[in-house]
């Protein structure tokens, strides 16, 4: 068997096929130069038409040096060994070597083994010899699929006339190696003293075994990720660089923002009370929520990392600015709460950012980016979810008759009608909080309204009056007309139609270094959280995942946007939000362009301030409720990036449970280091007011508040242990998960990279010299 070259002289691979017997030599009935197949592109990127049609069925992607990728637990792989290097490399010019030369190259062995398909009966990864049938000599080469049209030929028989033709028909799709670059060797003939000629095919998609059915969605990963990768294609409706129609546009456009309208409103809803803030106040927070959220995603298209994703305040950064909110400096001010907490917390938002751009624009992501993976990643976004179990429930608690229909009609939608679909579009699984929200709130308006929540004797009128006198029994009702009553504020009429926010509109913002440090660590836990999300819409709307230096521009360009909900004053850093990698996975819309028409619609809706008002009037109750949705989801997200690694690894096991045991178990301590509760707090935010009264006692009352905020934080505590654990105990690439990231010299060699992740307007030629934040 002959050893594999690249044909320079042309844009296709040459698969020279030719007969050796296991000594070495040619037989004497096949002299001659050998027979040239004409096989698929070899670098699809001189060719944009083959990229937009055989790249993009196929999933085929390119490699520049000999490295292999480890294949997924249970995926067989390819791996370089008689066929030579380069058949790891994804490139297949097989060329004769001398007699002398193959013989010592390649001693005769025992009939090599191929993998063969469940349905051909073996077991997935199985390997046994091919044999001829029963009084068939091995003949000549068998055929070769046609990598454009999927179908076989036979070419070059070099049998007798009376021997019987070959069959060759490929069985299903088997996997080779992470990132598609290998090529898969699926059929060899053999027996005693011959080596027979190999088959040898690009990995493919075999549509009729992963035919979408509607069974699975996309974010399912009961096949490999490799395979997974290759069957995208076959299920996102529009990828990253295709424009759909006006109608679609507008129409997913929409789609995108109305799925994930929790976490852009939901913030505001719990931070604005938690400072005494108005309800007018909470109207204003969110009309500025969307605007830096409508901004953020523009730059982050245009000039981030360039993928279909949706910025916005983060639920990381809501615990930070919780412990901020109860800190012993803002509990007990006593005159407009409110704008003093919020200028302390733009000013640490500020710092927090201009840490993160360093981090991403002068290189030091990508060195980072080597000691992040899934291992990492999956306990720490988990932690964040995990982290509010204390006010999902007990708030559902305050009125038990609406919270809990809330979340229920939300799984309710969400799982048991995820299948439903009406005009192809599945929508209880896409609107399944939008449709809940309308659902229950609409409930409740009914109870008010038909005087459910009236009770004589106890006027809901003096629910703000400070001076009034109530009966012991009106105290009990007046509670629950508060938590149950969808009258209870006054948001929607007190909101102008119109209003523009603008920044530094709660003030100058303040700053000090301690509360500036404990939102330092949030953006690096956000840094960490957005990566897992740009790796996992790269596989599912992308033909690769992006470079190290597209990472760091993205999360460069994360911390511009965080510096700009800093000068708004929304209370929380910008960020990626991941709910947006399974809307995109339930959407299987990938169109960044979706996106930006998206976030234009939503700058426009920021400066009409009775939407806004009309948001700020849910229910507290109501609220919470889409709360446990959300945090659910986020922490299942979480630990779906396990799914790039070897899950049933016990290394894996023990680091993934032993950093969320402890995410739990070590704030707990702090919490309850100093016993007594701290007066004026509600119970489900006791957590984050003992952030000042830790074990951490110095002369430095700053230092104390920032130690002991920052290790009663679940998320920091998950980071650490998990980073530490995973980048010291040994373990293998595979094993562990590490995520594939696109080299820069092939992306900037492919056009298709370079339109998907390179600057637009031309801008990538002024920054060829600053590798590290692009192509």
Not at 616 to 627: E, F, K
Request: proline letters at 7%; a positive charge.
């Amino acid at each position: 068997m002959g050893a594999m070259g690249e044909d320079k002289s042309d844009d296709r691979v040459v698969l020279q096929e030719v007969e050796v017997a296991s000594d070495g030599k040619r037989p004497a009935g096949n002299p001659g130069p050998p027979k040239q197949v004409e096989a698929a592109p070899a670098d699809a990127a001189h060719n944009a038409k083959s990229l937009g049609s055989w790249a993009r069925r196929t999933g085929y992607k390119s490699v520049d040096s000999g490295e292999v990728n480890p294949s997924p637990a249970g995926a067989p792989g390819v791996r370089p060994g008689a066929l030579g290097t380069a058949v790891g490399m994804g490139i297949g010019n097989l060329t004769p070597k001398p007699a002398a030369a193959a013989a010592a190259a390649n001693p005769p062995v025992v009939a090599p083994k191929v993998p063969v398909s469940a349905g051909a009966g073996a077991g997935a990864g199985a390997f046994q010899p091919v044999k001829p049938p029963p009084g068939q000599q091995p003949i000549g080469p068998m055929p070769v699929r046609d990598l454009e049209s999927g179908h076989a030929h036979a070419h070059a028989q070099s049998a007798a006339p009376s021997a019987p033709a070959a069959t060759g028909v490929p069985g299903p799709f088997l996997p080779g190696r992470r990132g598609h670059d290998s090529l898969n060797v699926s059929g060899v003939q053999s027996s005693a003293g011959t080596s027979g000629p190999l088959r040898i095919e690009p990995l493919r998609m075999d549509r009729s075994v992963y035919k979408d059915s509607g069974e699975m969605d996309n974010m399912s990963q009961s096949q490999g990720d490799d395979d997974y990768m290759a069957s995208k294609h076959s299920h996102i409706k529009y990828e990253i660089r295709e424009h759909p129609g006006l109608v679609p546009l507008i129409l997913y456009g929409l789609q995108h923002y109305l799925s994930i309208i929790g976490s852009l409103i939901l913030i505001p809803l719990v931070i604005v009370p938690a400072m005494d803030g108005t309800s007018k106040d909470t109207a204003k927070v969110i009309s500025s929520m969307f605007m830096v959220s409508g901004i953020s995603t523009l730059l982050h298209c245009l000039f981030g990392s360039r993928l279909p994703l949706i910025q916005g305040a983060s639920f990381v950064y809501l615990a930070p600015s919780l412990a901020i909110i109860f800190s012993p400096n803002f509990i007990n001010i006593k005159e407009d709460r409110f704008k003093h907490t919020m200028r302390e917390l733009q000013g640490a938002i500020i710092i927090s950012s201009l840490f993160q751009t360093f981090l991403g624009f002068s290189g030091l992501m990508s060195i980072l980016l080597r000691a992040i993976n899934p291992v990492v990643v999956a306990p720490t976004v988990t932690a964040v979810g995990l982290a509010f179990f204390a006010y999902g429930f007990p708030v559902v608690g305050t009125c038990i008759e609406i919270g809990i229909p809330q979340f229920l009609v939300v799984i309710f939608f969400a799982l048991y009608l995820r299948k439903i679909s009406v005009f192809g579009h599945r929508i209880f699984q896409v609107y399944a909080v939008p449709l809940g929200l309308a659902l229950v709130w609409a409930y409740a308006f009914l109870l008010t309204e038909s005087k459910v929540y009236t009770y004589s004797g106890c006027d809901f009128g003096l629910r703000n009056n400070a001076t009034a006198v109530l009966t012991p029994s009106c105290q009990k009702q007046m509670t629950t007309m508060k938590n149950c009553r969808t009258d209870a504020n006054n948001a929607l009429s007190s909101a102008s139609w119109f209003w523009f926010p603008y920044p530094f509109q709660w003030g100058v913002p303040t700053f000090h270094w301690d509360t500036a440090v404990i939102m330092i660590v949030a953006s690096i836990i956000a840094t960490v959280d957005s990566v897992g999300s740009y790796h996992a819409t790269s596989l599912l709307v992308a033909s690769r995942a992006p470079p190290p230096g597209v990472v760091s521009r993205g999360i460069g360009f994360e911390g511009l946007t965080s510096f700009l909900a800093g000068l708004w004053g929304t209370g929380a850093g910008a960020t990626t939000l991941t709910e947006n990698v399974h809307t995109i996975a339930v959407t299987k819309m990938g169109s960044r362009r979706a996106v930006e028409f998206g976030a234009c619609v939503l700058i426009g809706v920021s400066v009409v301030g009775k939407i806004s008002g009309f948001i700020a009037s849910i229910p507290q109750v109501v609220a919470a409720g889409l709360l446990v949705f959300m945090w659910t989801l986020l922490a299942a997200l979480g630990l779906s990036n396990l799914r790039y690694s070897e899950t049933g690894s016990s290394r894996n096991v023990l680091i993934v449970g032993f950093s969320l045991f402890l995410s739990l178990s070590v704030p707990a301590y702090f919490h309850q280091y100093s016993g007594a509760p701290v007066a004026g707090v509600p119970a489900y935010f006791q957590q984050y007011a003992y952030s000042g009264y830790g074990p951490f006692h110095t002369k430095f009352p700053r230092a104390n508040f920032a130690l002991n905020t920052i290790f009663s934080l679940n998320m920091a505590i998950a980071l650490l242990v998990a980073f530490f654990l995973d980048n010291t105990v040994p373990g293998s690439r595979q094993e562990r998960g590490t995520y594939v990231w696109s080299k820069g010299r092939t992306a900037r060699n492919e056009p298709s990279v370079v339109k998907e992740y390179g600057l637009p307007f031309g801008l990538s030629r002024y920054f060829t010299w600053c590798k590290w934040i692009g192509l």
